[in-house]
């Protein structure tokens, strides 16, 4: 992940995933929509990345992203599916909740 810092809204590809351990690497088919500064995996095939301007969730390995809503994010921590906490702005810290989680 990554993108502009100082252009967050401006989707450039910046989503990669390979198919054979990092011997090679595809961009993404539907990239995310702008700035993201973090990246998680919630489980094998779904990942979750944040940034100031939202996030955007990937239900296929990372192929393709759609807008997912989300206040503004700089960094994420997932210790498991179960326990993921992220921080944004003005010292905004949270936990997100999956669904198995509540």
Request: hydrophobic letters at 45%; zero cysteines.
């Amino acid at each position: 992940m990554g993108g502009d810092y100082l252009n967050p809204k401006i989707a450039l590809p910046i989503a990669a995933v390979s198919a054979d351990t990092a011997k090679s690497w595809q961009a993404a088919q539907q990239q995310p929509s702008g700035y993201r500064s973090a990246v998680f995996s919630l489980d094998a095939q779904t990942f979750l990345a944040v940034g100031l301007t939202g996030a955007d969730l990937s239900q296929d390995f990372g192929l393709h992203w759609t807008p997912f809503p989300s206040p503004p994010l700089n960094a994420a921590f997932a210790l498991d599916a179960n326990h993921i906490y992220v921080a944004g702005p003005k010292g905004v810290i949270a936990q997100f909740l999956t669904a198995e989680s509540k």
